[in-house]
């Protein structure tokens, strides 16, 4: 199985300040990789496909970037309602496997 | 408005199976795949299988065979997952999520998914 390393595993941020998180695939996974939000209590929250593709309804303050084995997650402009995990998914290869999870919090 | 409603909370005896449901609304279920996934207080999320809502047609991670059996009933939109021979490693809130498909491909990321289902095996 493709293993997905995410860090950090948590972070602390401002209001308005931009984060980045980060997942390392073992192998190249070709940009089958997706971004989640999940707040505590509540269902995970697709947030990118295909390492770049926004999904629809999702604010333009998040984005990713990356290929080959290494791929990121950027917030800006960080706002109150994005205290939440987020975490990576691979799906370039049976069976999708995640990372960890990145908590975020507020500074 | 698409939605997922999973059944409830469930308490389990090990040894003992049980049979989860998702029914859905507000899309064409038979045109979709639905995932079943599992997730464990601080650990990774894992992918159990998906089915296709239109001809029941599955596919396992290998991890899970054996433990997991996913059917759907096409006439009330409803997936279900059975997990058997269980034990406490079972224990964990299982989700589904329908697979996302834009009209042309599918993508094996998840759009919608159920509240999930908290899953606890003891005696």
């Known amino acids: 199985d493709i293993q997905m390393t995410q860090s950090p595993a948590s972070l602390s941020a401002s209001l308005g300040e931009t984060v980045t998180i980060e997942c390392r695939a073992s192998?190249?996974?070709?940009?089958?990789l997706a971004w989640y939000q999940q707040k505590p209590g509540k269902s995970p929250q697709l947030l990118i496909y295909?390492?770049?593709s926004l999904h629809t309804g999702v604010p333009s303050r998040f984005s990713g970037s990356g290929s080959g084995t290494q791929y990121s997650l950027k917030i800006n402009s960080l706002q109150s309602e994005d205290v939440a995990s987020y975490f990576c998914?691979?799906?370039?290869?049976?069976?999708?496997?995640f990372g960890a999870g990145t908590k975020l919090e507020l500074k | 408005e698409v939605q997922l409603q999973q059944s409830g909370a469930e308490l389990v005896k090990p040894g003992a199976s049980v049979k989860l449901s998702c029914k859905t609304s507000g899309y064409t279920f038979s045109n979709y795949y639905m995932s079943w996934l599992k997730q464990m207080p601080g650990q990774n999320i894992e992918w159990i299988g998906n089915i296709y809502g239109g001809n029941g047609g599955t596919g396992y991670n290998q991890k899970f065979k054996g433990k997991a059996t996913l059917t759907v009933d096409k006439s009330s939109s409803t997936a279900y997952m059975d997990l058997s021979s269980l034990t406490s490693e079972d224990s964990a809130v299982y989700f589904c999520?329908?697979?996302?498909?834009?009209?042309?491909?599918?993508?094996?990321?998840?759009?919608?998914w159920g509240q999930g289902a908290s899953v606890t095996v003891s005696s």
């Open positions: 192998e190249d996974i070709y940009n089958g």
């Open positions: 998914q691979q799906y370039y290869d049976y069976p999708d496997t």
């Open positions: 295909n390492a770049n």
């Open positions: 999520a329908r697979v996302y498909y834009d009209g042309t491909y599918y993508y094996g990321v998840m759009d919608a």
